[in-house]
């Protein structure tokens, strides 16, 4: 059972242009959406992270849109460059709008981003 | 300060043979988790450890993996008798439960094949 699912699978855009990319999710006791990106031959960093109690986050060119009504949220990134190609993961966990976060994560299967120059 | 480093990078195997895996979490943090990414998929939680306790396990298939953290430190995931079907990376990540930010800090992961 696949509780978070990511779209689409792979992306490909032009340098510049503003990538969008979608996730949803099963478990409605999920509050903490973190986004990871991973890198050919690392482990996966963290990006960015929105709590249900938002329904937008920005950190620079990366911006979250959440939708807890319809268990929805993507991860936009503006004015892609060639070294945002990566693995994008979309997590989620319970526990993060109480303080009791255990960082125990469900991730969806990834979207691979390509961004030519 | 030092991320999470784990050992061996790549390990090699024929069906039935045994390897461990080593972590060293970021000095400071009690939280210890063991995920597995099979190729093109996301990780998948295996068990994880708060100090030297584990806290969930219920991911962990216990005929043939098993993990410890005897001083609340460094972990090791051993698995024994290896199928094909465990070749995947095998990712450590460490947190600070104090912080409650809910940020994994993973190390670049041990890749298995099982042959």
């Known amino acids: 059972q696949q509780q978070v699912r990511q779209s689409p699978q792979s992306l490909t855009v032009w340098e510049g242009e503003t990538a969008i990319l979608n996730c949803s999710y099963e478990n409605s006791a999920f509050d903490y959406f973190p986004w990871y990106q991973q890198f050919p031959g690392e482990g996966p960093a963290l990006l960015i992270s929105?709590?249900?109690?938002?329904n937008k986050k920005e950190d620079g060119r990366f911006t979250i849109f959440f939708n807890k009504r319809e268990k929805k949220l993507s991860l936009h990134i503006a004015d892609s460059q060639p070294g945002d190609s990566a693995t994008y993961f979309c997590a989620a966990s319970q526990g993060g709008n109480t303080g009791a976060n255990t960082g125990k994560l469900t991730f969806g299967h990834g979207t691979i981003l390509r961004v030519h120059p | 300060e030092a991320g999470v480093t784990q050992s061996p990078r790549y390990a090699v195997l024929q069906e039935g043979q045994a390897v461990s895996f080593w972590c060293d979490p970021i000095?400071?943090?009690?939280?210890l988790y063991w995920y597995q990414q099979p190729r093109d998929q996301g990780p998948q939680l295996l068990v994880y450890?708060?100090?030297?306790?584990?806290?969930?396990n219920s991911q962990l298939p216990s005929d043939r993996f098993s993990a410890v953290r005897p001083k609340g430190t460094n972990s090791t995931l051993k698995i024994q008798s290896a199928k094909q079907g465990d070749t995947a990376t095998y990712l450590c990540?460490?947190?600070?439960?104090?912080?409650?930010?809910?940020?994994?800090?993973f190390g670049e992961g041990s890749k298995l094949t099982v042959l």
């Open positions: 450890f708060r100090d030297e306790a584990v806290i969930d």
């Open positions: 000095s400071g943090h009690d939280t």
């Open positions: 990540a460490s947190s600070f439960q104090g912080a409650n930010t809910g940020q994994l800090y």
């Open positions: 929105i709590l249900s109690v938002s």
